[in-house]
């Protein structure tokens, strides 16, 4: 999918484990994509790609997931950042300790 002689963009590591957070919590609070799709209002077939890493996600759709999942997107990125769970990261920042 190249755009006047662009490259597609490949998904970082970075980007997949946003991605793994994402479809974690999604699947722990027992949505699915079809769920998650009107929550967010990403389409069904979008978030689809997103999840299998087909697609990368725009800032919107990022902040759109999030908030569905009821997830702060700079707590996700300090996740992907550090190597944490989504978990970790709001255990550590309110000072519980995880079990």
Not at 40 to 58: C, F, N, P
Not at 72 to 95: F, H, N, R, S
């Amino acid at each position: 999918m190249s755009h006047m002689g662009q490259k597609p963009l490949k998904i970082n590591h970075f980007e997949s484990y946003v991605v793994t957070l994402i479809a974690s919590a999604n699947v722990a609070q027992g949505g699915t994509i079809r769920s998650l799709s009107a929550a967010s209002g990403v389409s069904r077939a979008r978030l689809d790609r997103i999840l299998r890493s087909k697609s990368s996600m725009t800032m919107t759709d990022f902040q759109r997931i999030c908030n569905a999942l009821d997830m702060a997107p700079w707590k996700v990125v300090l996740a992907a950042e550090t190597g944490c769970t989504y978990e970790e990261i709001v255990a550590d920042l309110d000072g519980t300790p995880t079990v």
